[in-house]
C-alpha cells in the first residue's frame, strides 16, 4: 500500500473503480429511457428502491427528466421517484420547465409546476443566469399567469438586462404584457441596450407601424394603447 494517493498505480485503480461505476450508471440510465419510450410496466419496478439522485442524467450528461417530457405518464413516475425537476442541460443550460415552456409541451410544464419546478430558477452560463421561466412564457397569457401563481419574480432580468415585460413586448404579446403590467410589472426597467419596455415600443413604431400594404400594426398600436393606460406615456 503506498501512502503518495499520486502513485501511478493508485490512480489506475481509483480510474478502474469510477469507470465502474460510471459504467454501471450509465447502463441504468440507459434501461431507464428505454423503458420510458416504450412506456413498459418494467419502469416502475426499474425505479423501486432507487436512488435517482445518484443516477439521473442520461447518455451525454444531458438530464433524465428530458427523456420523457414528452410522455406525461412516464414524466409523472420519474417525479414521483424524487428525480432533480430543476437540473439543467449543460449542452445549453435550460432547466426541464424551460425546455418544456420553449416547445409548447403543456402537460409536462403542468407536472413539473405540481412536481415543486422553481419558477424563478435559472441555469447560469458563461454569460451569467439565463432566461427564467416567466420570461420563456411571455408569449402565453395562461403561462404567464401561472408561473405568478407560483412565485415568479415579475421584474427580474436575463443577462441582457431584460425583464419579462420586455420580452413580451418583443413579442408583441398584448395580453402577456397585459397581465404583467395588471400585476405590477415596472416599465421603468432599463436594460443593458438602454432600452425599456416603452423605448422598445417606440422604436418598432420608429421602424414603421404599417404593415402591408399601409395597413396598421394592431399589435403595435395595441402596445402602446396598454401602456398609455398604465402610466399615461405619451408618444
Known amino acids: 500500500q503506498y501512502e503518495d494517493e499520486g502513485h501511478p498505480l493508485i490512480s489506475l485503480k481509483w480510474e478502474a473503480a469510477a469507470l465502474q461505476q460510471i459504467t454501471v450508471e450509465l447502463q441504468f440510465r440507459t434501461a431507464v429511457l428505454d423503458a420510458a419510450a416504450a412506456q413498459e410496466p418494467l419502469l416502475d419496478a426499474l425505479l423501486e428502491g432507487t436512488d435517482l439522485q445518484l443516477s439521473d442524467k442520461g447518455p451525454g450528461g444531458k438530464p433524465l427528466l428530458y427523456g420523457a417530457l414528452h410522455m406525461p405518464e412516464v414524466l409523472q413516475k420519474l417525479l414521483k421517484h424524487g428525480l432533480n425537476v430543476n437540473q439543467a442541460n449543460p449542452e445549453d443550460q435550460t432547466t426541464p420547465l424551460i425546455y418544456a415552456l420553449r416547445n409548447g409541451l403543456d402537460e409536462a410544464v403542468e407536472l413539473l409546476l405540481q412536481g415543486n419546478a422553481d419558477p424563478n430558477f435559472t441555469a447560469s452560463g458563461a454569460e451569467g443566469p439565463g432566461p427564467s421561466p416567466l420570461m420563456q412564457a411571455a408569449g402565453s397569457r395562461k403561462w404567464a399567469g401561472r408561473l405568478l401563481e407560483q412565485g ?67 399589435k403595435l398600436e395595441k402596445l402602446k394603447e396598454l401602456l398609455t393606460q398604465h402610466r399615461g406615456v405619451q408618444w
Open 152 to 218: 415568479a419574480r415579475i421584474d427580474a432580468v436575463d443577462p441582457e438586462g431584460r425583464t419579462a415585460l420586455m420580452h413580451a413586448v418583443e413579442k408583441q404579446e398584448a395580453e402577456v404584457v397585459q397581465l404583467l403590467l395588471e400585476r405590477g410589472a415596472d416599465i421603468a426597467v432599463v436594460a443593458k441596450s438602454g432600452m425599456t419596455a416603452v423605448g422598445l415600443v417606440t422604436r418598432r413604431a420608429q421602424l414603421g407601424s404599417y404593415g402591408f400594404r399601409g395597413q396598421r400594426d394592431e
